[in-house]
């Protein structure tokens, strides 16, 4: 069986998750192989809040943000994959494991967040992702989370 590869644009990112600047840390969702795994695109650029203080004259992105952002990813491919788009779903942090950073992340730097679903299924509201992001090929940082996916009644 072949599964069509998806994607979303800032358009279908902002109908899934409910974030918005200066906390939409996802540009763009490609190869978006069902629920089961896609790629997150975010554009680091110097304007960014948090570069303000973190840190001054060595801008630096948080490792939060970076996690945070590939939880953003997760939460696209399961919207995109499941048709969640304009259904107001709120995701949640469980658990973060084994989280791990290898490389800073800076402006300038395109940072690509692959995702894989370890645990989870349609209808369920508890998923487990993996996540790897990398800057031109060099592993930034690596984690292991559980999520709460919530959906409203219909």
Known sequence: ???????????????????????????KVVDIDGY??????KNVTMNEPHFQGHFPGNPIMPGVTIVEAMAQTAAVMVGVALDYADREMKVYFMAIDGCKFRRMVVPGDVLEM????????????????????????????????TAMMDMPAE
Do not use: C, N
């Open 36 to 41: 089961q795994s896609a790629l997150g695109i």
């Open 1 to 27: 069986m072949t599964t069509e590869l998806k994607s979303a644009d800032i358009g279908l990112i902002q109908r899934i998750i409910p974030h918005r600047y200066p906390f939409l840390l996802v540009d």
């Open 114 to 145: 692959r995702l894989t679903t370890l645990r989870g299924r349609p209808g369920g509201k508890v998923w487990r992702f993996g996540g790897k992001a990398t800057v031109e090929g060099e592993m930034a940082a690596e984690v292991e989370f």
